[in-house]
T-cell receptor, first 115, second 112 residues
Framework: GAGVSQTPSNKVTEKGKYVELRCDPI?????LYWYRQSLGQGPEFLIY????????DSGLPNDRFFAVRPEGSVSTLKIQRTERGDSAVYLC?????????????FGQGTRLTVV | QKEVEQNSGPLSVPEGAIASLNCTYS??????FFWYRQYSGKSPELIMF????GDKEDGRFTAQLNKASQYVSLLIRDSQPSDSATYLC????????????FGKGTSLLVTP
């Protein structure tokens, strides 16, 4: 596609439920990043994939959060037992390489609301 | 704890003036620095990146980096109302792979 695509654009879920957020990166981009952004804050790093493997998952807040990228393209961020504090915009970004110049292109985000 | 600090603003400048946005970072070994612009309700978009000390110019934008003082700034010349947005400073830390670490952003308002 022309850009990074994230679905759904909005998701409302009840506390305790499981959610999946999908990211379809720019075609050919090997690096994929997940961030989350709360109101008035900058994006907070969650996890970075290079190809199929998670090269850095140090930003995942706890074991309720998990992400996969099984074929090195589409990625899914999975959140178990959602809490109200998980409410945020979840941003996905991709880049063509993971070298020094990491121009990351962001998707439009998924706004997650936990009620 | 490593941090990227920005004044949240809002910074208000008149149309045509120079807007100066500042960012400090705590990780002395950081090598890569980025400025992103984010309009309300939209995703961040890259404006400039800088790796070396000194100035880097691109059109109306100039990024300045001073590694000794651990600050990076963004100057916007001839500011336009369309420049009104939140400007995010991002740093790749020396031992954190390739993840961008963002400040909270500075809100810029350019008044006609």
């Amino acid at each position: 596609g022309a850009g990074v695509s994230q679905t759904p654009s909005n998701k409302v879920t009840e506390k305790g439920k499981y959610v999946e957020l999908r990211c379809d990166p720019i075609s050919g981009h090997t690096a994929l990043y997940w961030y989350r952004q709360s109101l008035g804050q900058g994006p907070e790093f969650l996890i970075y994939f290079q190809g199929t493997g998670a090269a850095d998952d140090s930003g995942l807040p706890n074991d309720r959060f998990f992400a996969v990228r099984p074929e090195g393209s589409v990625s899914t961020l999975k959140i178990q037992r959602t809490e109200r504090g998980d409410s945020a915009v979840y941003l996905c970004a991709s880049s063509a390489q993971s070298g020094r110049y990491t121009e990351a292109f962001f998707g439009q985000g998924t706004r997650l609301t936990v009620v | 704890q490593k941090e990227v600090e920005q004044n949240s603003g809002p910074l208000s400048v008149p149309e045509g003036a120079i807007a100066s946005l500042n960012c400090t970072y705590s990780d002395r070994g950081s090598q890569s620095f980025f400025w992103y612009r984010q309009y309300s309700g939209k995703s961040p978009e890259l404006i400039m990146f800088i790796y070396s000390n000194g100035d880097k110019e691109d059109g109306r934008f100039t990024a300045q980096l001073n590694k000794a003082s651990q600050y990076v700034s963004l100057l916007i010349r001839d500011s336009q109302p369309s420049d009104s947005a939140t400007y995010l400073c991002a740093v790749v830390y020396s031992n954190s792979g390739y993840a961008l670490n963002f400040g909270k952003g500075t809100s810029l308002l350019v008044t006609p």
